[in-house]
């Protein structure tokens, strides 16, 4: 069984990533996403890329790049021209503009601001021809308001938690929705009904690690080796095999990330 997590986060700590690399190839992972979303994040990304190609028999490793929802409080203009400058120097570790993003659960007194840095790097990963990873919680009617006024139509809803309805919505204008092991946990009912939901072409899977670490592992740090339990579930909830399951969430992963 070879698993592509499509999204995972990375400290700068050199060591501790290793070990979860090895870690994660020991469970089949053949493929990681590392996601940025902040300077910090977005450098231990590109290590990530440089460490998986560096060492035999880990997981291969592209990232996402960009600057995420909590960073709208800066300047907007100098962190897109950041993240381009980033995505254009290490284009051959990109695969894709993000975590990007908004989320209206913390705070509603910054919502122009995120909305118009998301909108900001929608349109930088259109002129560079790359699908964006995309954060949204409580935010559906806004998030689907920027992707229009920008025509984007290619991308990640991660780590997703709506409705049917708003993954309609979002499938319909071109996105792939990616199931986390919040899927696993005992009260997230509406998770496993919208993952039911997601036609095989547009399913994902991820970790979101270090966070939402999956049933049986809950109350640990998530980690890559974990998405073979997500999986599993999700393949047994969907009445299909893991290994299936697996092999079709990667194939749908290569072709959006190339």
Excluded: W
């Amino acid at each position: 069984m070879k698993l592509y997590d499509t999204h995972a986060h990375f400290t700068a700590d050199g060591g501790k990533t290793a070990a979860i690399l090895q870690r994660a190839a020991a469970a089949g992972v053949a493929d990681i996403l590392a996601v940025g979303g902040s300077d910090e994040l977005n450098a231990a990304a590109l290590a990530v890329c440089a460490a998986a190609g560096e060492t035999a028999n880990l997981p291969s490793a592209k990232c996402a790049l960009g600057f995420d929802r909590d960073q709208a409080r800066g300047d907007i203009s100098a962190l897109v021209a950041e993240a381009e400058t980033l995505a254009t120097a290490n284009r051959a570790s990109v695969a894709a503009i993000g975590e990007i993003g908004l989320d209206f659960h913390y705070s509603q007194d910054d919502k122009p601001q995120q909305c118009d840095l998301f909108a900001a790097e929608l349109e930088l990963a259109k002129r560079l021809s790359l699908p964006v990873v995309i954060h949204t919680r409580e935010a559906d009617d806004a998030t689907l308001g920027v992707l229009d006024e920008t025509d984007s139509h290619c991308g990640i809803t991660h780590s997703f938690t709506g409705n049917r309805a708003f993954a309609r919505q979002l499938l319909d204008r071109g996105f792939y929705v990616s199931i986390s092991g919040i899927v696993t946990f005992r009260l997230a009912d509406n998770v496993r009904d919208t993952a039911l939901y997601i036609p095989d072409e547009s399913l994902l899977i991820e970790t979101d690690a270090p966070y939402l670490a999956p049933v049986p592992m809950r109350g640990k740090e998530n980690e890559s080796a974990f998405i073979e339990h997500t999986c599993r579930f999700l393949a047994k909830l969907r009445g299909t095999d893991a290994a299936a399951l697996a092999a079709l969430t990667s194939a749908n992963a290569k072709r959006l990330l190339k």
